[in-house]
């Protein structure tokens, strides 16, 4: 005997889970319902089927195949357009011919008992057997009359409450003898309710209904596809759960990874490679698909999340529904009933109410209260760039797939033949992706120049001076070891320009990639030498004449500059004790409470071996941190004075370039040592096009970033470093005396969360404020507000975040108290806060 498995429809009442999938490939405990219905099949014997699609056919072909897998044997029925339920089997009347067959949905859960069916119908000598349930609301489906023997009596298809007679409802299935096909007409819609049985009825055709005890529901409706995962769970339908029951109710997939420190409360079910983090809680009725990630804090109740979904820690879910590929960061919340469609990301702190439904592919901004539903709308990524590069989390924002998109995208914003330098940080995950980018790049015919492991500023280095048209580096986010940065750089080894940025944003979003012909694929080559070419460079460039018998404390922070530093040092003969000299690939970056402990070691290195300081290298030798000889460590803003005094004091002339958000105390330093300062945007192109102005003497960034414009207009805590140490051995002063002859800057800093669609409104509030009192603006970066006194406040839109940054300045930390809070107060405002 054959069955009919009817997998057309288009779930409409089910968007946004199937505004891209069919409703019969929709999960239910892990598996598509249509799986369910064909195990069922199976389990009463009947393993030929033929499966009628029509909407997303070739999804449901793609996934089920010929059946082989389920130990089936399946063939398919295609409508151009829809033909209704006895037009679709009429579609596959010519497999159906030389038996009695069964006609089931593929998009209800049910359990009923297939075989006592078939012998009812057989029995009863019946032409059709109508498949019924009892359920508490009959209208939405079509009531059936049966009498004493089963027999058909009468049909009403979903009526109104005066119209209901009977809780006896139509499931959709049916045992039909071959002959019922030549009462449909080929080709048209015909529906067997409406169209078909009642003329069989008004004929007197032997119709009979079999009321059947077992599970049935039709999964139509989002409160109907909860249900249904529920009582799977619950063991109110039988159906084949993958896994291992770990503790009653609670069922574990073998591949899934669980912290032993998580809390999971059953019924629920977690999914192949599944990976649940420490102090995350799964309660009652959650289902958790394969290759999700659930982090630490995350709560979940009642949730279904589909496949391949990333929740970041401290998330909380309750009574909704994740579409596969979908992110959920940080703090997000998600209400009861909510309904996220696929590959979308819910940013930190959204928060999604209830009843809300999010469309595939759509963009919650961090901290949104949602309320409506998202259809049409889609911010999508703002900018494939933002501060750090391309950033996001390993294996779930940065994947081995998007590397190879960026790099083909970058291949073909160059020329064939052209060549790009790479490099990475020691972390097992940049070596990885970088793997990606390489072949992308050398299928795209670039020739690419790989320095394996090296520090960012050699890599920068090596960029400008091998000519290359750019390079690719990848590193560790700072602070977040779950997170990768891909840093692409211009011809001068410097970031990637906001014009060449928007270029490869184009390539990149089109998919409109390059591929070279066979005879084109570029070349891979390792170039030597890179370390001792950089050190013989540098050496040659800065001065560093005094330094010999100077004492030294290092930090490599386990990373790059541990490849560097031995050659660099090994020649300019000081004495240096140096720690963490190794490459850690573990451990690539460092928590907050790390990077404070080991400046507390440094510190105390520094003051017990009487150095004449100490520094601490980030892990890609980008920035540095500083340490006084007393063993006291110099803030990032005070280093930033602190070295531009000793530049300035020696040089006493020339230019130092320097973003608007760096203290006002910088231009007192500058002018006692007749210097000028060249104020800068935020943005690390804005400075280190500055750097290479001439007469540059110096360029900082405030967060640690050094640029030495004589040897590189790149930001460089290698080069950095070994001018400091000329600097401090040919002055007569300690790092500690000349940050007490600095005055005390009185510069504080808030954010204020600011809608991205109001961002543009805020800063018209702003400058009308401004204009309304009188005061000079200055536009470099943001709005720059200042004040007859000499205080001032800088107003800027975040690149990459939905904030506004203030900083203000004044003579007293009350004065600049306050001026920050009126100018934050007039940015609420207009934020509509």
């Not at 009947?46 to 070739?58: D, K, M, P, Y």
């Not at 072909?61 to 029925?77: K, P, T, V, W």
């Not at 040092?569 to 000081?574: A, E, H, K, N, T």
């Amino acid at each position: 005997m054959k069955a009919v498995v009817m997998a057309g429809g288009e779930g409409t009442r089910l968007r946004p889970m199937t505004a891209n999938q069919p409703k019969p490939l929709l999960p239910v405990v892990n598996r598509p319902i249509m799986e369910h219905v064909l195990r069922l099949l199976k389990r009463h014997g009947i393993t030929e089927t033929v499966v009628t699609v029509q909407f997303l056919a070739a999804l449901v072909r793609n996934y089920f195949g010929d059946g082989d897998e389920l130990g089936m044997s399946l063939q398919y029925a295609t409508e151009d357009l829809p033909l209704g339920t006895a037009g679709s089997v009429k579609n596959a009347a010519d497999r159906l011919r030389d038996d009695r067959f069964l006609v089931i949905s593929g998009d209800a859960l049910t359990d009923v008992d297939l075989s006592a069916m078939i012998r009812f119908h057989r029995e009863n000598s019946a032409l059709v057997t109508v498949g019924l349930k009892r359920v508490p609301n009959p209208l939405e489906f079509g009531i059936v009359i049966v009498d004493e023997l089963g027999r058909v009596q009468r049909f009403l298809e979903k009526p109104t409450w005066g119209q209901v007679f009977s809780d006896t409802v139509n499931t959709g299935i049916y045992v039909m003898e071959p002959e019922v096909l030549d009462e449909v007409a080929a080709g048209e819609v015909v529906d067997w309710a409406h169209d078909v049985f009642p003329k069989l009825l008004d004929r007197g055709a032997p119709l009979y209904g079999y009321v059947a005890e077992g599970y049935w529901e039709d999964v139509g409706t989002h409160e109907s596809y909860l249900k249904a995962q529920a009582d799977a769970l619950s063991g109110r339908v039988r159906v084949d759960i993958g896994g291992f029951e770990r503790s009653p109710g609670v069922w574990v997939a073998e591949s899934a990874t669980i912290d032993p420190d998580a809390v999971l409360r059953g019924p629920l079910l977690i999914g192949d490679y599944a990976k649940v983090e420490a102090g995350a809680e799964l309660r009652e009725y959650t289902v958790l698909g394969n290759n999700a990630v659930v982090r630490e804090g995350a709560f979940l109740h009642r949730a279904v999340i589909h496949d391949n979904v990333y929740l970041g820690p401290g998330t909380h879910l309750r009574g909704c529904v994740i579409g596969k590929s979908t992110d959920v960061m940080t703090g997000a919340r998600i209400e009861e009933d909510a309904i996220i469609g696929d590959e979308c990301v819910i940013e930190a702190e959204a928060y999604v109410s209830s009843g809300v439904r999010v469309y595939p592919f759509k963009t919650i901004e961090a901290g949104a209260v949602v309320n409506t539903s998202v259809i049409w709308e889609s911010r999508g990524q703002r900018s494939l760039f933002g501060p750090r590069g391309v950033s996001g989390l390993v294996n779930v924002e940065i994947t081995p797939e998007l590397c190879v998109r960026l790099a083909s995208a970058y291949a073909t914003t160059l020329k064939k033949g052209e060549s790009v330098v790479t490099s990475r940080d020691s972390s097992l995950a940049a070596r990885a992706l970088k793997r990606a980018v390489i072949s992308a790049l050398t299928a795209g015919a670039i020739n690419v120049l790989d320095l394996e492991a090296a520090p960012l500023p050699v890599a920068r280095f090596h960029t400008a001076r091998e000519s290359a048209s750019g390079g690719i580096a990848l590193r560790t986010t700072a602070g977040d070891p779950q997170s990768v940065d891909i840093i692409v750089m211009d011809p001068r080894g410097a970031d990637l320009p906001p014009t060449a940025q928007r270029k490869l944003e184009r390539v990149f979003s089109r998919q409109e990639f390059r591929r070279a012909f066979p005879g084109e694929i570029a070349e891979l080559t390792y170039p030597a030498r890179i370390v001792e070419d950089y050190a013989h460079e540098l050496l040659r460039r800065i001065d560093m004449t005094g330094v010999r018998d100077m004492k030294v404390v290092v930090d490599c922070a386990g990373g790059t500059s541990s490849l560097v530093l031995p050659t660099l040092l090994g020649r300019v003969g000081i004495e240096v004790l140096t720690v963490n000299a190794r490459l850690d690939d573990i451990s690539p970056t460092e928590t907050l409470a790390e990077r404070r402990r080991d400046l507390q070691r440094l510190s105390e290195l520094v003051s017990s071996s009487r150095a004449a300081f100490g520094v601490r290298f980030d892990p890609v030798g980008e920035r540095i941190a500083l340490v006084d000889e007393m063993g006291q460590l110099i803030g990032e803003e005070r280093a930033l004075l602190v070295v531009l005094d000793l530049v300035a004091a020696e040089r006493r002339g020339g230019r130092v370039a320097l973003p608007v958000t760096t203290t006002r105390v910088a231009e007192q330093v500058c002018r006692f040592h007749g210097v000028q300062v060249e104020w800068t945007s935020t943005a690390l192109n804005a400075l280190t096009s500055a750097a290479e102005g001439d007469d540059m003497i110096f360029a900082a960034d405030g967060a640690g970033g050094f640029i030495v414009p004589e040897f590189s207009p790149g930001v460089d805590g290698l080069a950095a470093f070994m001018r400091l140490l000329g600097l401090v051995a040919r002055t007569r002063l300690s790092l500690s005396q000349i940050d007490a002859r600095i005055p005390e800057a009185k510069l504080l800093k808030r954010t204020v969360p600011t809608p991205w669609a109001a961002k543009g409104a805020v800063m018209r509030s702003v400058i009308e404020a401004a204009e309304a009192e009188g005061h000079r603006v200055d536009t470099t970066d943001g709005v720059r507000i200042a004040a007859q006194d000499g205080s001032w406040v800088l107003i800027l839109p975040a690149a990459g975040d939905p904030v506004t940054a203030l900083w203000a300045e004044a003579q007293d930390v009350d004065s600049a108290q306050s001026l920050l809070e009126r100018w934050a107060r007039i940015v609420e405002h207009a934020s509509g806060h």
